[in-house]
């Protein structure tokens, strides 16, 4: 079935790297998306990648697609406390439903 | 770029009353939106399929009495939760489908409608 899976817990300092991972299951998904909620708001999409390209640099975010393992990562340059949120992981599924994954809450620390 | 209102942010009401909650799609049309439903530090469930001038697609698990939905418009559907308890209090989301610049079907999120049921 489809399944999207993520660690729940990244904690890096001020000025680091921080790079989150992503497994997914549905191999013909056309996207991969990689969504931001901060918290008691709603989803903020960050970036997507299409599932041709192994790569997609936005700024600070650096997307990396494996697709013969199904690994998705997002790497964010440079972290700033505006970066602590929870950050969610998403393919397309059946009959175009978002399948999210668990988030992985990312804390930045001095 | 896409932009979801959704209405109200937070709502709190006694046991046995319905709510409403809106959700409209601001600068494009909808034809699909869907209902999220999300419990404290776990990730999205989705709930429905909204679809307009048909009847919503409910996920497995849903009750389609409990949770009413209306896509009336191209720009707007609404969720009622109906008789509600306190075990419905959540984070209710709603999204819209939108073509992003480069043809990717992009989900657009609304900031979310937090329910407390007393």
């Known amino acids: 079935g489809e399944d999207v899976e993520q660690s729940l817990f990244l904690s890096v300092r001020e000025g680091d790297s921080s790079v989150i991972n992503c497994t997914y299951t549905?191999?013909?998904?056309?996207?991969l998306y990689w969504y931001k909620q901060e918290p008691g708001a709603g989803l903020q999409l960050l970036t997507y990648?299409?599932?041709?390209?192994d790569m997609k640099q936005d700024q600070r975010l650096t997307v990396l697609l494996n697709k013969k393992d199904k690994h998705l990562s997002l790497r964010i340059a440079d972290t700033q406390t505006g970066d602590s949120a929870i950050y969610f992981c998403?393919?397309?599924?059946?009959?175009?439903?978002?399948?999210f994954g668990a988030g992985t809450r990312l804390a930045v620390h001095p | 770029g896409a932009v979801v209102s959704q209405h109200p942010s937070r709502v709190i009401c006694k046991s046995g009353t319905s709510v409403k909650i809106e959700c409209r799609s601001l600068?494009?049309?909808?034809?699909?939106m869907f209902w999220y439903r999300q419990f404290p530090k776990q990730s999205l469930m989705l709930m429905a399929t909204?679809?307009?001038?048909?009847?919503?697609?409910?996920e497995q698990g849903v009750e389609k009495d409990k949770f009413l939905i209306n896509h009336a418009s191209l720009t707007l559907s609404t969720l009622t939760v109906t008789s509600a308890h306190p075990e419905d209090s959540s984070f209710y989301i709603c999204?819209?489908?939108?073509?992003?610049?480069?043809?990717?079907?992009?989900?657009?999120f609304g900031a979310g409608s937090r329910l407390t049921v007393l």
């Open positions: 999204s819209a489908s939108a073509r992003g610049s480069s043809g990717a079907n992009v989900l657009t």
């Open positions: 549905d191999s013909s998904s056309t996207y």
């Open positions: 990648i299409f599932s041709n390209m």
């Open positions: 998403a393919e397309i599924g059946g009959y175009n439903k978002l399948i």
């Open positions: 600068d494009f049309q909808a034809t699909t």
């Open positions: 909204s679809n307009e001038g048909s009847k919503a697609t409910y």
